[in-house]
Each structure stands twice: as C-alpha cells, then as structure tokens.
C-alpha cells in the first residue's frame, strides 16, 4: 500500500521534481532562458516606444532609452506641439467598431447555424455541412478579387457595410459550434419541448447559456480575427477616413506619414493595437480552453 501511494504521490509532481537537485536547476534556467527569449522582442518593442528617433536607429536592442522620452505615444494620441500627429484615435475607432459589430453578428449567426445542422433534421443537410467545410479549404487569398467585384457591383466597396457584410459568418464558428451542440444530451433538449418549448425558444433559453465556453471561445476568436483583419479591409476601403489599425500601420510603416525609420512611434502604435487582443485572451483563457476541448467532444 506505502508502495502504491508513494508512486502516486510521485504522479502528481511536477516532471522536473521527480529528478536530482543539480538537473531541475539546470531544467529551470533553460525554462527561463527561452522564456526570456520569447519575451525580448515585446520588451524591445515597449521600451523602443519610449526612445528618439535617433537612439533607435542607434541602438535598436538597447533596453534603456537614451534619454527616455513620450513624444511617440503623444504623436498617437495627437498631444504633439509640432502638428505631425498620426490618426491613430481614428484607426482604434474604426478598428474597435467593426471588430465588436462582426463579433456580436458571427457569435450569434454562427451558433444558430451551428445549431441547426447539429439538431434539426432538414433535407441536404449532411450536403450543407459538406459544403461548409469544403469553404474552410479554400485560401483566403483566393477569393480577395471576386470580393472586390461584388462589393464593387453592389455598391459596397469603401463603406463600413463592405467591410461589416462579409465577415458576419464564419465557417470555422459554425463547425466550433456545431461540435460543442453535439456534445450536450439531447435530454435536455426533449425535456425543454415536454414542457412547450418551440425549437428557438430550447435554443435561446436553454442550449445558448449551456454553450458559455464554447461562446467565449467564439468571442475570442472572432474579435482577434477582425481586429487583426487586413486582407478584406485592403481590398474592401481606398479612403483614409476607413483605415483600420491594419491598414493605417501598414501605410505608416511603408512610408506614407513620413521619412525615416520612426521606429519608437511604429513600435508604439503596434504595442497598443495588441493591449485589446491580449486583456479580452487572458481575461477568458479559462473558458477559451474548455470551449476548445469539448468541441472535440461529441455525444
């Protein structure tokens, strides 16, 4: 019995702590050492912000600013003395009102397709989800000009709708969804429908709030999609008053606010466009996870 329970007590540690003394230091520096080496560039980046423009082209890896200085970040939020302000409040806006509109719209389109070809029995189903995954095949790249087209056609093209529109379902949501459906018990669902409940109101009311990790996961996936979209709002808008944080650094890093490197108001600009991204992951990481793994789970 001593036996069986020192072997499981031996289970539950840690792996390093099951070696010597001598080799978990060694196995914790080198964890420490490619930690650090993962966290170097975003430290360069947030120290750079706070550099000249010339201690940056000088010492681009040097992580103490020579002197320190928040003309960048005043540069962004249009607080400089010199009128050579970035709209970045303009590209945050846009950024943040597409990336919630697309999020609220997938999110709730998407689980009710999901749901309905996990549940409900209707002809050329099976053919419909076919189809769906047949779509997450084709390159993104790919369908960039008969986009163009359309929106062109129809009377889209450089309008906030334009850029809305096409990203308001996803195939990737609907097949999460429809996993994480599958695994529920369908007992609910009939328990729900004894007591007079329609299929919308046993979706809405009670499969929706059981889906909670799944939504999350969804959430996440869908605002760090559109936020960092760049493809569709290159060929979807011309106007400057459409630019996003995508569009608008990828215009200012390729030169078009200015000359010079500008490395501290680049690198700053960046920093800040990951800040919402990074706060809503690690806010919700837990539920990310369980929504991920039991989509995989099927009843």
Same mark, same amino acid.
């Given at each position: 019995?001593?036996?069986?329970?020192?072997?499981a007590?031996?289970q539950?540690r840690?792996?390093? &702590?099951?070696?010597p003394?001598?080799?978990r230091?060694?196995g914790?520096?080198?964890v420490?050492?490619?930690?650090l080496?993962?966290l170097m560039?975003?430290?360069i980046q947030?120290?750079?912000g706070?550099?000249?423009d010339?201690?940056?082209?000088a010492?681009?890896?040097?992580?103490?600013?020579?002197p320190p200085?928040?003309? %960048? *970040?005043?540069? =962004?939020f &249009?607080?400089?003395?010199?009128?050579?302000g970035? +709209?970045? =409040?303009?590209?945050?806006?846009?950024?943040?009102?597409?990336?919630? !509109?697309?999020?609220?719209?997938q999110?709730l389109?998407?689980?009710m %397709?999901g *749901?309905?070809?996990a549940?409900?029995?209707?002809?050329?189903?099976?053919?419909?989800?076919?189809?769906?995954?047949?779509?997450? %095949?084709?390159p &993104?790249i790919? =369908?960039?000009?008969? $986009?163009?087209?359309v929106?062109n056609?129809?009377?889209?093209?450089?309008? *906030?709708?334009?850029m809305?529109?096409?990203m308001?379902?996803?195939?990737? &949501?609907?097949f999460?969804m429809k996993? /994480?459906?599958?695994?529920?018990p369908?007992?609910v669902?009939e328990?729900? $429908?004894i007591?007079g409940a329609?299929?919308?109101r046993? /979706?809405w009311?009670?499969?929706?709030p059981m889906? $909670? +990790?799944?939504?999350?996961?969804?959430?996440?996936l869908?605002?760090?999609?559109?936020?960092n979209e760049?493809t569709?709002?290159?060929?979807?808008t011309?106007?400057s008053? *459409?630019?996003?944080?995508?569009?608008?650094?990828?215009?200012?890093?390729?030169?078009g606010?200015?000359?010079g490197?500008?490395?501290?108001l680049?690198? %700053?600009a960046?920093?800040?466009?990951t800040?919402?991204?990074?706060?809503?992951?690690?806010? /919700?990481q837990?539920?990310f996870?369980?929504?991920?793994n039991?989509?995989? !789970?099927?009843?």
């Amino acid at each position: 019995m001593k036996t069986k329970a020192a072997a499981a007590r031996a289970q539950q540690r840690p792996v390093l &702590g099951r070696f010597p003394l001598p080799w978990r230091v060694l196995g914790y520096a080198f964890v420490l050492a490619v930690a650090l080496l993962y966290l170097m560039p975003f430290v360069i980046q947030l120290v750079t912000g706070f550099k000249t423009d010339p201690d940056a082209a000088a010492h681009p890896l040097g992580l103490i600013p020579s002197p320190p200085t928040t003309a %960048a *970040y005043q540069r =962004l939020f &249009g607080l400089s003395q010199n009128g050579d302000g970035v +709209p970045f =409040l303009r590209w945050l806006g846009n950024s943040t009102f597409v990336a919630v !509109v697309v999020t609220v719209a997938q999110v709730l389109l998407d689980s009710m %397709a999901g *749901y309905a070809l996990a549940r409900l029995n209707f002809p050329g189903r099976r053919l419909l989800f076919a189809f769906v995954l047949a779509t997450m %095949a084709v390159p &993104g790249i790919a =369908l960039l000009i008969p $986009r163009f087209l359309v929106l062109n056609t129809l009377g889209l093209f450089d309008t *906030y709708t334009g850029m809305i529109l096409p990203m308001i379902v996803g195939t990737g &949501g609907i097949f999460l969804m429809k996993q /994480f459906f599958e695994s529920i018990p369908r007992e609910v669902e009939e328990a729900a $429908r004894i007591d007079g409940a329609g299929t919308f109101r046993t /979706f809405w009311s009670v499969v929706l709030p059981m889906a $909670r +990790p799944a939504l999350i996961t969804l959430t996440i996936l869908t605002f760090q999609g559109s936020w960092n979209e760049f493809t569709h709002f290159l060929v979807a808008t011309q106007s400057s008053q *459409y630019e996003t944080l995508t569009t608008g650094l990828a215009r200012f890093v390729s030169g078009g606010l200015g000359s010079g490197t500008q490395y501290p108001l680049k690198l %700053a600009a960046a920093l800040l466009s990951t800040i919402p991204v990074a706060v809503l992951f690690f806010r /919700f990481q837990r539920y990310f996870v369980q929504g991920a793994n039991a989509g995989a !789970v099927k009843e």
